[in-house]
């Protein structure tokens, strides 16, 4: 009933096409959280509605950077030592890979068709990071 009432909701407020495109998205973050990120292609992360995109300088990952300094520089998270607190935790992903290790260098390797970061922040925070 409640899928129900926000599809009828959805589609009142924003148009059936808007709706659709809202089930596209959550079907590519949550429903096949085991498929790669590799497998979404670069017009599926761009066409992402409800994901925050952030802007980040390539020079930094072209240099590599750990990943609590990233995932502050960011603004993922407010400090260095929270990112810390929730990398250990476990609650960190990186690509739908979780993240174990705290000194993990964010580096060119690690980007998605040459120019995206996608990080899962809890269980369902999602933020693309675009290289400029």
Do not use: C, W
């Not at 979780?98 to 809890?122: A, M, R």
């Amino acid at each position: 009933m409640q899928k129900t009432l926000a599809k009828e909701v959805t589609i009142f407020v924003h148009g059936e096409a808007e709706y659709n495109k809202a089930i596209e998205t959550t079907e590519k973050l949550f429903a096949n959280q085991s498929a790669p990120a590799e497998s979404l292609t670069a017009e599926d992360l761009e066409g992402m509605d409800g994901i925050v995109k952030i802007d980040f300088a390539k020079e930094r990952i072209e240099a590599g950077i750990d990943v609590v300094s990233f995932l502050a520089e960011t603004n993922i998270f407010p400090s260095k030592g929270e990112a810390r607190k929730m990398v250990q935790g476990g609650g960190v992903s990186i690509n739908r890979k979780k993240v174990e290790d705290f000194t993990l260098k964010v580096d060119s390797s690690l980007l998605l068709h040459n120019k995206y970061i996608l990080i899962q922040k809890g269980r369902r925070n999602y933020f693309l990071v675009l290289l400029t």
